[in-house]
């Protein structure tokens, strides 16, 4: 039973308007789209290119959870248009793992049980992912700082902090290992 | 053996009468001398990978071949006739495949028949009035703009303490209270307010519609997928056997998502019509305008005491704003009047009225929330009356057992109160002051809560030849960790790892029965039906290592047993066991919070947080802590920024988006101690658990409320405590005498 979106086939977008084609860069894969000129980025990864890890809390920029990585750096997709990030490289949940292998954040999230819904996780994974490669060892206030434009309505966010310093001090042992 | 008796359940806070259909289960309860490996441990939860992969599906995610996208327009009107909609435009606009407007959709109840699906009269801002079905939500949003519709507005009720009734009120009493406040030698009578408040999950309502043939499937974000199956399958007209209700991963529901909703049955109407799969999300603003609330509350309260603090009676009357629709009758507030202390006379009466407003749902312990603040506000005030310490007049009215004259499976607040204290130093409380612009006060409050879950549920366990288990069950996860705890519990009482089982939940057509997760059920409902039905499982493993030994000499384990026989598979089945009669089961627990206030700006900051909790055994701490660490983050929103803001005059909504009804971020939160009392209370449940998610939201405002009133130096009457709020009472604590 296809529980998960199917990626859809591109198609002229919606009769009238034209549509645009772009050449996206997603998870180190180059990805064609054939879609509205104002899509947003977070419409073209879940609705043109079935990546359902990225979610939607407001679509309006105040929740941080269509949070995605451009070129490492942390942007609301909600608020991107999909046409002006062609050739960038756009990292979403999906693509922080190496294979099978989940990315320490990614791990120590779902053992230290800072996932609770879920639904804003793979925001605070790619805030936090960023912020990690900027400060391999970030204190607690930076940590709260860092994350402090990602909104969670489960979790009290302290599991979310001992998560990313778990995580920095596992990626710190390990040397860099997984994600792009 | 199924039996059929009369009882008292009470669920949500309110007391229901009702015939039960109860099964014995037999299972030795879990007392605190059960060796327990599992059950009682942390445990990550087993979705916790699906979860930070991305790949947990949720309703939103939900994308079927060939699938429409729904969108609803909404009366910008808070109180309107609708003459006529046009739709001509909107049919005509590329990529529209149907509309349906009060013309052409099913006249179907709603709201308990007090209107229907669409109907002529609007009676918020923001009720339905069409919805239209395109190949794409953007279509469907250009579409909502072409329909034309006339409206002939009326006034609107706005102000609940002119408004009408709606509905009778709900009073209890025990003693002649009137009598006993008004002779009591200390009377403290006040009035408090809290406002409407927004669950904001973030996973918004929605629902995904297919049919197949005379089948109907529906992905809902959910906390009750039977109760969505039963009032969908009504809607419609349906068979409930031809309906299946799926509800994998929910992002959050806090009490919204109890029921059907609307945007189910127009999904479904219009896959019905276009023969094609139809999602219908909410928006963050319909979100914030048409999917529930708290109601807001003006209580009065009048308290009698002795000098020596022990209570002699308490008046309790609720006004209680339960919108335009508010079908579930006003919410329990007096609730913590009712059963928090010992005290022989009470009276309290929650008074339903009607505004055009959004209709209320239940909210993470509706009504206890907002009474309690208003209770543990006025205790304090009797404390200073009587020259008591808060604590102290706590102590002095503690009641063992329900004031209303039930006794308890277990009651564990005075081991809060000993623990919170001393965790945060409550002895320093008289030495707290005045440093400079900074104000400190210490503040604590007290919490109870119906939380010893209920018949019915049921459970199947499979067990494989390999030994590994499946659990089905017809209950859902809501983020509290569900499928974790049930696989915990079934590992235990079949001697395996928790991730040797899955735990297959959310779906009608694969579970049976199991009541909605909400009114903290979830564990001490499902959690015991689980063990039953493993328990069976491993009795008929044990039997047939009986069989099995007499042909081969030595008695095989569990293991060897289930790879002899194969795929003639064990299957368990057990289901949640009858209540102790004349017993009731709650949760507890007593909360400090340490405050710092800026006398200059009226800013509040939380210094120091201790949480105590009373529920049982916790079957899993890691997810216990979490739902408590949230819980108290949600009452610190409640207690200082959050509200639902209309426009006075025409009842618009004003804050329905999140950078205006603010919510806690990282920033808001404190230092926070989680504790819990030791020990299991195996008369609630087998499993020695009661429920624990709504009890952390309970206390919290109060508590803060406490603390804040203590560094003031005067009463905080009104929720939330916004600056301007807080400045005013330094203003009326320096004139005080
Ligand atoms: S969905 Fe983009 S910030 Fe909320
Ligand atoms: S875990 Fe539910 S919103 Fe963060």
């Known amino acids: 039973m296809p529980e998960a979106r199917t990626p859809k086939k591109p198609r002229r977008a919606r009769g009238t308007k034209s549509a645009v084609h772009l050449l996206l860069r997603v998870n180190g894969e180059d990805r064609e789209v054939t879609t509205a000129p104002h899509r947003t980025l977070l419409e073209t990864l879940r609705e043109d290119l079935g990546l359902t890890g990225t979610k939607h809390g407001c679509e309006l920029g105040e929740c941080g959870t269509c949070t995605v990585l451009v070129d490492g750096q942390p942007i609301l997709s909600c608020l991107a248009l999909s046409a002006d990030y062609e050739g960038r490289e756009i990292t979403t949940v999906e693509g922080m793992a190496d294979g099978a292998q989940l990315h320490p954040l990614q791990e120590t999230f779902a053992d230290l049980g800072a996932a609770q819904c879920g639904y804003c996780t793979p925001g605070f994974l790619l805030t936090a992912k960023a912020l990690l490669e900027e400060k391999p060892s970030p204190s607690r206030e930076e940590i709260r700082e860092a994350l402090a434009g990602n909104l969670c309505r489960c979790t009290g966010y302290l599991k979310i902090y001992e998560a990313v310093e778990q995580a920095a001090a596992r990626m710190r042992e390990e040397g860099p290992r997984g994600g792009r | ?300 309260l009048r308290l009698g005491a002795r000098r020596d603090g022990r209570l002699l009676g308490i008046e309790h009357r609720s006004l209680c704003d339960v919108g335009a629709y508010g079908t579930d009758g006003p919410m329990p507030v007096g609730g913590p009047a009712r059963t928090l202390y010992r005290c022989a006379a009470v009276r309290t009466e929650e008074v339903p009225v009607r505004t055009n407003t959004g209709p209320h749902t239940a909210f993470r312990a509706p009504g206890y929330v907002e009474g309690t603040f208003a209770l543990e506000r006025a205790m304090d005030r009797v404390a200073e009356a009587c020259g008591l310490d808060p604590l102290e007049v706590r102590l002095r009215n503690y009641s063992p057992g329900d004031p209303r004259g039930f006794r308890y499976t277990r009651k564990g607040l005075r081991e809060c109160y000993r623990i919170g204290a001393a965790r945060i130093g409550w002895r320093r409380r008289a030495r707290l002051g005045r440093r400079g612009t900074s104000l400190r006060g210490l503040g604590l409050a007290s919490q109870v809560w119906p939380a010893g879950g209920a018949p019915p549920s049921h459970a199947v366990v499979k067990v494989n030849p390999d030994a590994t288990a499946e659990v089905l069950i017809g209950t859902q996860d809501i983020g509290t960790g569900t499928r974790t705890v049930l696989a915990q519990i079934a590992a235990e009482e079949l001697s395996l790892r928790a991730r040797d089982v899955t735990v297959l939940l959310g779906d009608t057509g694969a579970g049976p029965y199991s009541l909605l997760s909400a009114g903290s059920l979830t564990t001490a409902s499902a959690g015991p039906a689980v063990r039953a039905a493993a328990r069976d499982a491993r009795q008929q493993l044990e039997e047939l290592a009986t069989g099995l030994a007499r042909g081969k000499g030595g008695r095989p384990g569990p293991r060897e047993v289930c790879r002899e026989i194969g795929d003639a598979m064990v299957i368990g089945r057990g289901a949640r066991g009858p209540n102790p009669e004349g017993l009731k089961a709650c ?149 005080a005498p």
Not at chain 2, 265 to 283: D, E, I, N, Q
Not at chain 2, 691 to 708: R, S
Not at chain 2, 719 to 732: G, H, Q, Y
Request: with cysteine; net charge positive.
């Open chain 2, 1 to 300: 053996m199924k039996r059929v008796r009369r009882s008292q359940v009470e669920i949500e806070g309110k007391l229901r009468e009702r015939t039960e259909v109860v099964e014995e289960d037999p299972s030795p309860p879990w007392d605190d001398r059960a060796r327990l490996r599992v059950a009682g441990r942390p445990h990550p939860r087993l979705d916790g990978r699906a979860k930070a992969s991305g790949a947990a599906i949720y309703t939103q995610d939900v994308g079927l071949p060939g699938m429409l996208h729904a969108r609803i327009l909404r009366s910008p009107h808070a109180c309107a006739r609708v003459l006529s909609v046009d739709a001509s435009a909107a049919l005509a606009l590329d990529g529209v495949r149907a509309v349906l407007t009060q013309e052409n959709a099913a006249a179907i109840p709603w709201y308990g028949g007090t209107t229907r699906l669409l109907e002529r009269t609007v009676r918020y801002a923001g009720d339905e009035v069409a919805v239209v079905a395109a190949e794409d939500e953007e279509t469907a949003e250009d579409a909502l703009h072409l329909i034309r519709v006339r409206y002939a507005r009326r006034r609107p009720v706005l102000d609940p303490g002119t408004a009408p009734r709606g509905g009778k009120p709900s009073v209890y009493t025990r003693g002649n209270a009137r009598k006993a406040v008004s002779g009591a030698p200390v009377v403290v009578a006040g009035s408090y307010r809290t406002p409407a408040a927004l669950h904001q999950a973030f996973e918004t309502h929605g629902s995904v519609a297919r049919w197949e043939g005379e089948h109907l499937t529906v992905w809902d974000s959910t906390q009750h997928i039977f109760g969505v199956r039963k009032e969908l399958a009504a809607a419609l007209g349906l068979p409930l056997h031809r309906v299946r209700v799926i509800s994998t991963f929910m992002g959050g529901g806090f009490g919204a998502k109890n029921e059907c909703g609307k945007y189910t049955v127009f999904a479904a109407l219009l896959a019905r019509r276009t023969g094609r799969p139809v999602r219908c999300l909410l928006t963050r603003a319909e979100e914030s305008l048409a999917a529930g609330c708290r109601h807001a509350t003006v209580q009065t």
């Open chain 2, 587 to 735: 949760s507890f627990g007593a909360h400090f919070a340490e405050v710092e206030v800026d006398a200059e700006t009226g800013e509040v900051r939380i210094v120091r947080y201790v949480a105590v909790h009373e529920v049982g055994r916790v079957v899993n701490p890691l997810t216990a802590s979490s739902q408590v660490e949230g819980g108290v983050l949600m009452g610190i929103g409640f207690a200082l920024l959050e509200r639902r803001i209309e426009d006075p005059a025409t009842g618009r909504g004003i804050a329905v988006d999140l950078l205006d009804y603010k919510l806690p971020t990282a920033l808001d939160l404190p230092p926070i101690e989680v504790l819990f009392v030791p020990g299991a209370d195996p008369r609630a449940t087998t499993i020695g658990a009661k429920g624990l998610g709504e009890p952390p939201i309970i206390a919290a405002p109060a508590a803060i409320a406490n603390a804040v009133a203590h560094a003031v130096g005067a009463d905080l009457p009104e929720l939330p405590l916004t600056p301007d709020r807080v400045l005013e009472a330094i203003a009326r604590g320096r004139r």
